[in-house]
């Protein structure tokens, strides 16, 4: 198995000054930072140092990662293969997939690399591109929600305008719109990474680099970076959380209204697996933020951490699949078994 492949030293050069060129820091910050790319490498704790428990961790690992990336191409595939699904609905749940996968593609393939060779170190420029791929795609997930909320808002509230306003044209906009605020957000980030320096105590209490964990090993004044990280997390998390609030009491206020308890019961059972999508990614995201504010104790930390980063893409196509997908996916396997 190799190690994903990351930007090279000279490449994270030029990403420094294009950066810096958009967002100045001081000239220091720059020549820290690229004499970091080579040298510095930070040590991933990881779950457990038994040896005996490392074999059970590498199967665990390679089964959730496995079951996320298949689940979720299956997803795309019946998508693509059944007209029918041809719709908002399930033009959102394929970005959906697809970003699960890149999401999961970014952490476990190191971590098996890291089991496997029995080594936990972590470079530099790989640190980074960890932290920055997975900014961007749990940012990206957020804003994927919500989208798939509204959509829900203006198929149950207004049914007769929902081919209207629900256009291939909003639909297309929506996903360009999040991932352009998830990119750039990502790249800020990393900017701000960017300009500490760290020493020699580079011990990551987790199976991945994190952001918050980075910065916590930082050797001068963090402040800057601890508050843009809470305040563009606490806007770029809540506002999609509001918003997806908002649509399910408005739609929640219309089926009540519904005469028809067939009508409830559909509409009921149309929102039930985004429902069930939503409560375990921001439930398992807060659990992460709250256990690393409340506890010191690293296995805890570690343990919130996956089930953030590798549960929810995981879960997520069966939860879709046994609701709403029976029939495409049954199509699909039969047409692959012909």
Same mark, same amino acid.
């Given at each position: 198995?190799? +190690?994903?492949?990351? /930007?090279?030293?000279?490449?994270?050069?030029?990403?420094?000054?294009?950066?810096?060129?958009?967002?100045?820091?001081? $000239?220091?910050?720059?020549?820290?930072?690229?004499?970091?790319?080579? +040298?510095?490498?930070?040590?991933?704790?990881?779950?457990?140092?038994? *040896?005996?428990?490392?074999? #059970?961790?590498?199967?665990?690992?390679?089964?959730?990662? #496995?079951?996320?990336?298949?689940?979720? $191409?299956?997803?795309?595939?019946?998508?693509?293969?059944?007209?029918?699904?041809?719709? /908002?609905?399930?033009?959102?749940?394929?970005?959906?997939?697809?970003?699960?996968?890149?999401?999961?593609?970014? +952490?476990?393939?190191?971590?098996?690399?890291?089991?496997? !060779?029995?080594?936990?170190?972590? %470079?530099?420029?790989?640190?980074?591109?960890?932290?920055?791929?997975?900014?961007?795609?749990?940012?990206?997930?957020?804003?994927?929600?919500?989208?798939?909320?509204?959509?829900?808002?203006?198929?149950?509230?207004?049914?007769?305008?929902?081919?209207?306003?629900?256009?291939?044209?909003?639909?297309?906009?929506?996903?360009?719109?999040?991932?352009?605020?998830?990119?750039?957000?990502? $790249?800020?980030? %990393? #900017?701000?990474?960017? !300009?500490?320096?760290?020493?020699?105590?580079?011990?990551?209490?987790?199976?991945?680099?994190?952001?918050?964990? @980075?910065?916590?090993?930082?050797?001068?004044? +963090?402040?800057?970076?601890?508050?843009?990280?809470? @305040?563009?997390?606490?806007?770029?998390?809540?506002? /999609?959380?509001?918003?997806?609030?908002?649509?399910?009491?408005?739609?929640?206020?219309?089926?009540?209204?519904?005469? %028809?308890?067939? !009508?409830?019961?559909?509409?009921?059972?149309?929102?039930?697996?985004?429902?069930?999508?939503?409560?375990?990614?921001?439930?398992?995201?807060?659990?992460?933020?709250?256990?690393?504010?409340?506890?010191?104790?690293? !296995?805890?930390?570690?343990?919130?951490?996956?089930?953030?980063?590798? @549960?929810? *893409?995981?879960?997520?196509?069966?939860?879709?699949?046994?609701?709403?997908?029976?029939?495409?996916?049954?199509?699909?396997?039969?047409?692959?078994?012909?």
């Amino acid at each position: 198995m190799q +190690t994903p492949s990351f /930007p090279n030293k000279e490449l994270c050069a030029s990403v420094i000054y294009l950066l810096t060129s958009i967002f100045p820091i001081s $000239l220091s910050n720059i020549t820290e930072s690229e004499n970091q790319v080579g +040298t510095v490498e930070f040590l991933l704790l990881g779950l457990s140092d038994d *040896p005996d428990l490392q074999t #059970l961790l590498f199967g665990l690992f390679l089964f959730m990662y #496995l079951v996320t990336v298949l689940g979720n $191409l299956l997803i795309i595939m019946a998508i693509s293969s059944d007209s029918h699904l041809h719709i /908002p609905m399930y033009f959102f749940l394929c970005n959906l997939s697809f970003n699960d996968i890149c999401f999961i593609y970014t +952490t476990v393939p190191k971590i098996l690399v890291n089991i496997q !060779r029995q080594n936990k170190t972590i %470079s530099y420029t790989d640190c980074l591109s960890q932290v920055c791929f997975g900014v961007g795609f749990a940012g990206l997930e957020n804003f994927l929600l919500a989208a798939m909320a509204y959509d829900h808002y203006v198929a149950i509230c207004h049914p007769l305008r929902y081919s209207v306003i629900m256009n291939l044209h909003l639909c297309v906009l929506l996903i360009l719109l999040s991932l352009t605020i998830s990119v750039l957000y990502a $790249l800020l980030q %990393s #900017l701000m990474l960017l !300009r500490l320096f760290f020493c020699t105590d580079l011990e990551i209490p987790h199976l991945f680099c994190e952001l918050v964990q @980075v910065i916590k090993l930082a050797c001068f004044d +963090t402040l800057l970076n601890n508050i843009l990280f809470y @305040v563009m997390t606490s806007i770029l998390g809540g506002l /999609p959380l509001l918003g997806i609030v908002f649509s399910y009491i408005k739609i929640v206020s219309s089926i009540l209204q519904m005469p %028809s308890a067939g !009508r409830k019961s559909k509409a009921f059972s149309t929102c039930g697996s985004h429902l069930s999508v939503v409560s375990l990614f921001f439930g398992t995201g807060f659990g992460v933020y709250i256990s690393s504010a409340v506890t010191d104790l690293s !296995r805890n930390s570690a343990i919130a951490s996956v089930m953030y980063s590798v @549960v929810p *893409p995981m879960l997520n196509p069966l939860i879709y699949s046994l609701r709403n997908m029976k029939k495409a996916l049954m199509k699909l396997i039969q047409m692959c078994t012909l």
